[in-house]
């Protein structure tokens, strides 16, 4: 049973905050707008779906190498971007009331949607949603720096320093997770649109003719992603971006798409951005960005596919997909049905009581599971109430340590999804749990 869209989005923020997952930041002070910390639960899953795009994008290839690039860096790099002169947002303030918005996200261009009023926007101005700040003691003299609004820059920035150091060649890729900053106008939707978020991106560098192939290939790729964790089908969708949507550096751009309660919305893009990035950066620098075949003695500048995908965006999706309800005995069982290999706690660790005799054996199976997987351990209230706890935050299984267990050294092993339980043999339950979790 899912609960409707509008009832969806409240239940997932309001699990959130009440489970641990996210926090609005400075919360103590009144909450800092559009900025969300990440507690207990929400790290652990952020991790995870991290975890995951490292795993498909550079642990499981041969052909991509990781970076991690700095978060400040000089206007030259934005310059020679473009995001200086381009990376902005149509911004409109009502007369009336004084709200600011963006244009290009409002239903009816002539109405403020705070107010209502009809007629009260002023014209629109472009609004750069870089953040600038400066480096050096005195704010004076000190050098003009801008947080980084995406991670694909440093990776252009480094191409010839990875190419000279990795014995790669295109077709050949390096991939970047970090965090961007952007002064949105109207950040919202909880942790969908944030000024501070992580993205997951890679810039993958083909030789020109290939481009083409290599985009499909990308977009096939990433969306077998999603699908492997546990997107349902059809809450996900690729859409190709039509003529007049595309920079205009890119000859193809798709968004990968979630049905968010507010409608399909982005998760992904993969765009190709032909030679753009490279060729100018090149100019701007003075710093030669091609590829020499020793083999054949050609030169060209590569071309780039880019997958670029944001992490905490995604981590919401996939609390979204996960959330179910079902009825259970007369009562309403909240279950996260998350991949194992996305849930935070893989197994929770449950002691029957409180009992001392009981809670030796208990962590013993701890000590057993934990250098394993991530395991969280609980031994106040009745275990029912236990078990919802547990299923309310996605862990698949919960081992409970009982009475029985001082005699034939067992425990109970209890299935999230199925809610069936059987008996393993402590000696054993390393092995039983492997069969079943991911390494
Ligand atoms: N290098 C290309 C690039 O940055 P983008 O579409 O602007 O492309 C990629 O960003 C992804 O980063 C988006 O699909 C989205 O998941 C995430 N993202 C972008 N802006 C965001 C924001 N303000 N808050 C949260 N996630 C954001």
Not at 258 to 285: C, V, Y
Not at 329 to 352: E, S
Request: glycine share 6%; with cysteine.
């Amino acid at each position: 049973m899912l609960p409707n869209d509008e009832t969806l989005f409240d239940k997932v923020v309001n699990l959130s905050k009440r489970r641990g997952f996210v926090f609005q930041s400075a919360e103590i002070y009144g909450g800092f707008r559009s900025t969300y910390d990440y507690g207990p639960l929400g790290v652990l899953l952020l991790r995870n779906v991290k975890e995951q795009w490292w795993r498909s994008m550079v642990q499981l290839r041969h052909d991509v190498v990781g970076l991690d690039a700095s978060i400040l860096s000089p206007p030259a790099v934005w310059q020679a971007s473009g995001h200086l002169a381009n990376f902005s947002d149509p911004m409109v303030d009502c007369r009336e009331c004084g709200a600011r918005h963006r244009q290009d996200k409002l239903d009816d261009p002539n109405a403020c949607p705070s107010c209502g009023k009809s007629g009260s926007l002023t014209e629109a101005r472009e609004f750069n949603l870089m953040f600038k700040t400066h480096a050096g003691p005195m704010v004076e003299s000190a050098a003009e720096v801008y947080l980084r609004p995406e991670t694909a820059q440093g990776m252009f920035v480094n191409f010839a320093n990875v190419l000279n150091t990795s014995r790669k060649k295109p077709p050949f890729g390096i991939a970047q997770i970090g965090k961007s900053f952007r002064n949105e106008i109207t950040p919202g939707n909880f942790v969908f649109r944030t000024r501070e978020f992580e993205q997951m991106e890679m810039e993958f560098f083909v030789p020109p003719e290939d481009s083409d192939e290599w985009y499909r290939y990308w977009c096939g790729a990433r969306m077998d992603w999603y699908l492997d964790l546990g997107m349902p089908e059809d809450r996900l969708r690729l859409r190709e971006h039509d003529a007049d949507e595309l920079s205009h550096y890119s000859t193809g751009t798709s968004d990968v798409e979630f049905a968010f309660p507010w409608g399909w919305d982005e998760l992904e893009g993969i765009a190709n951005r032909t030679d753009f990035d490279l060729k100018r950066h090149a100019e701007s620098s003075g710093t030669k960005l091609e590829y020499h075949d020793p083999a054949s003695g050609e030169r060209y500048v590569p071309h780039v596919i880019e997958p670029a995908a944001g992490a905490t965006r995604t981590a919401m999706a996939f609390l979204m997909a996960a959330y179910d309800e079902e009825e259970v005995n007369d009562d309403v069982r909240t279950v996260l049905r998350l991949d194992h290999r996305l849930a935070p706690y893989k197994v929770a660790v449950l002691p029957l009581s409180k009992k001392p005799e009981l809670i030796e054996p208990s962590n013993e199976v701890l000590g057993l599971l934990q250098p394993h997987w991530m395991c969280d351990y609980d031994q106040t209230q009745a275990i029912g109430r236990r078990y919802r706890r547990q299923d309310e935050i996605g862990t698949p299984y919960c081992v409970t340590i009982d009475f029985d267990t001082l005699e034939d050294r067992a425990v109970t092993v209890r299935d999230r999804d199925s809610m069936t339980q059987e008996r393993v043999p402590i000696d054993g339950l390393v092995d039983h749990m492997a069969g079943r979790l991911p390494a």
